[in-house]
């Protein structure tokens, strides 16, 4: 008779499975609350006390770690050498072994949780278990997932237990455990930048495809819940989000975050093509639609606020590819649901000004982690260096604008007014194509007079504030510290231009 040790902290099909292996002759040797449950529904099961001679010992830390057990799970069947040891030391062989492990994860996930009590949710005995019986998968069946128990009764009902079904599953055991260790790792991690890091996620889908048809592309998800998140959104109507469309939802989202009051944000290829605040969400949609209504055609629109009727009718009139809330009105849901393709998504904005983990940047060969751009450009730190000064409400609008400007791409200048983009300039090798296309698409707007212009770096020529004051900008704003301020602050004072530096760069590649 073959022998199965089953140790399992969810115990979710826990006792068909004992069943199906008791049915194709398999002794069941388990542990504590495992055999507890098997015994108390009639299965034949042997306490793993009368296999290691030793009770479970401190608090049940310590019930499986005997050679009596681990002898059984390494030795290779087809070495004489290990056959001859079980037999001299009386070790029964051990064909299965089924285990998965304490719910860290679950455990850190809970509000108010305790060092102690998360601690005390590190398995030591089970990935011990399964790390020994995937070793030796060739002779040993290895189960870490309840969802395979379907499998492995099927393979002995069929007699197709093969090596590849093995080390399949030996597989799964090393990238399980590997998770595991991972996310004890990081809970238990103080230092902000450690020696090695070790990161894990959770598949959460196969995609279509990846930024273009030919590329594969999966999505994975962080461990631990991340409520304002792509992942963890709630799509109500729709067809599936492209791996595009992920990446320009997840810039909204970072975007949108920066704003308290109503505030509608329109993004296409990871750059803002509108943005608008308002009172009211229907007349903060008319500001984004009014910065650029060509380049919202097939965007991704998100708002801060339950999308309202008013607000939904504008919108049902445009194709759309993505509109995010916080909700949709019930009629408001009605109106854009009738086009089938538009996806609908709800995200949690309780959590939205939550820190946020660091960024991850994959490289060849390696990746880039860095904080995120989350600084808080104060204008009390503002420094006028040219003789104009800026009004209270160009220093309003500069604020809305160094909110924004963190979301453009590099090269970036933004042209806006204190609740609204008129102009938009990303992603330039240089920074005075970025200044034309910002202040030519401005021009066209009826607030131009009441524009500021914002760049991410200092300007490198004084021709960036010479052609911005030759088309009507009044107020310029920059980090400042290019080794030609100079000339830049002297242009300012030819044309009367209010500049400020703000001592914080905004780059985004």
């Known amino acids: 008779m073959r022998r199965a040790l089953l ?6 099909g826990i006792v068909e499975f004992a069943k ?20 108390e529904a009639g299965v034949a099961v042997t306490p793993i006390e009368e296999v290691t001679h030793f009770p479970e010992m401190l608090d049940g830390r310590v019930k499986t770690l005997n050679p009596l057990v681990f002898g059984g799970i390494l030795a290779k069947r087809d070495n004489p050498e290990h056959q001859q040891t079980l037999v001299d030391h009386d070790i029964t062989p051990i064909d299965l072994v089924c285990v998965n492990l304490y719910p860290f994860a679950q455990t850190i996930s809970q509000p108010n949780v305790t060092l102690e009590n998360a601690v005390e949710q590190i398995d030591i005995g089970g990935p011990s278990l399964i790390r020994a019986a995937a070793k030796n998968y060739a002779d040993v069946l290895v189960v870490c997932d309840p969802a395979d128990y379907d499998q492995i009764g099927e393979a002995l009902e069929s007699h197709t237990d093969n090596l590849q079904l093995r080390k399949h599953l030996a597989a799964k055991v090393f990238h399980h455990t590997a998770h595991y260790d991972a996310l004890i790792a990081n809970y238990l991690t103080d230092e902000a930048k450690p020696d090695t890091l070790t990161l894990t996620y959770e598949r959460q889908q196969s995609l279509r495809y990846g930024e273009n048809p030919q590329q594969t592309a999966t999505l994975y998800r962080d461990c631990q819940p991340v409520p304002f998140s792509i992942t963890a959104a709630n799509q109500l109507h729709g067809k599936p989000l492209s791996f595009n469309n992920i990446k320009d939802a997840d810039a909204a989202l970072g975007l949108i975050r920066e704003f308290e009051a109503p505030t509608v944000v329109a993004l296409k290829h990871m750059n803002p093509c509108g943005i608008g605040s308002a009172d009211v969400l229907e007349t903060a949609w008319d500001k984004c639609y009014a910065a650029d209504s060509m380049s919202i055609f097939g965007g991704i629109i998100v708002l801060n606020r339950p999308v309202d009727l008013a607000t939904a009718t504008k919108m049902h009139k445009l194709f759309l590819e993505i509109i995010i809330a916080p909700g949709f009105d019930d009629d408001a849901y009605d109106l854009l649901a009738k086009k089938k393709n538009l996806r609908l998504l709800t995200v949690d904005f309780t959590n939205a000004k939550d820190p946020e983990a660091d960024e991850l940047v994959s490289i060849r060969g390696g990746l880039l982690r860095q904080e995120r751009d989350d600084v808080f450009d104060d204008p009390n730190e503002f420094n006028v260096v040219s003789h104009a000064q800026p009004t209270a409400d160009q220093l309003a609008a500069i604020e809305f604008g160094l909110k924004a400007i963190k979301f453009v791409k590099s090269n970036a200048i933004l042209v806006n007014t204190a609740d609204q983009t008129l102009g938009v300039g990303p992603g330039q090798m240089n920074r005075i194509d970025a200044v034309k296309i910002a202040v030519g698409k401005a021009e066209e707007k009826d607030h131009f007079d009441q524009g500021v212009l914002v760049s991410d770096a200092f300007f490198p020529m004084d021709d960036c504030v010479e052609y911005a004051a030759k088309h009507g900008i009044k107020a310029i704003a920059e980090p400042g510290g290019s080794i030609k301020d100079e000339e830049s602050i002297a242009m300012a004072n030819q044309y009367g231009v209010a500049l400020i530096f703000t001592g914080n760069r905004h780059f985004r590649h």
């Not at 140790?7 to 979710?12: G, N, P």
């Not at 398999?26 to 055999?35: A, D, L, P, Y």
């Open 20 to 39: 199906m292996l008791t049915a194709h002759q398999f002794e069941v040797v388990s542990t504590g609350g495992t055999q507890a449950v098997l015994a």
């Open 7 to 12: 140790s399992v902290s969810d115990k979710s």
